[in-house]
Nanobody, 115 residues
Framework: QVQLVESGGGLVQPGGSLRLSCTAS?????MGWFRQAPGKQRELVAT???????NYAGSVKGRFTISRDNTKNTVYLQMNNLTAEDTAVYYC????????????WGQGTQVTVSS
């Protein structure tokens, strides 16, 4: 059983930045971030494979950057130029495919973009 521990959420003003981190208890092929806003379905934000293959949602391309440190089993999501539409609970995910979620989820971290 893989455990995922997230950190880095919070309140930020529009145009601001946040960095999310997620550490897995073991080695994972694909790690990524999904988010769920109130009243909406959970959606893929960004994923990254072991060797750096990345997949981004169109709404975050050019603003968010996903990276990972395989030595620490940790994935990062650098979020820049945040808007109110980015407000959601962000969930770390671990699996085997960059285009779909894996079976393991973190507990979620709230990101709120508001002035």
């Amino acid at each position: 059983q893989v455990q995922l521990v997230e950190s880095g959420g919070g309140l930020v003003q529009p145009g601001g930045s946040l960095r999310l981190s997620c550490t897995a208890s073991g080695t994972i092929n694909v790690m990524g971030w999904f988010r769920q806003a109130p009243g909406k379905q959970r959606e893929l934000v960004a994923t990254i494979g072991t060797y750096g293959t990345r997949n981004y949602a169109g709404s975050v391309k050019g603003r968010f950057t996903i990276s990972r440190d395989n030595t620490k089993n940790t994935v990062y999501l650098q979020m820049n130029n945040l808007t109110a539409e980015d407000t959601a609970v962000y969930y770390c995910n671990a699996g085997n495919f960059v285009y779909s979620p894996g079976n393991y989820w973190g507990q979620g971290t709230q990101v709120t973009v508001s002035s």
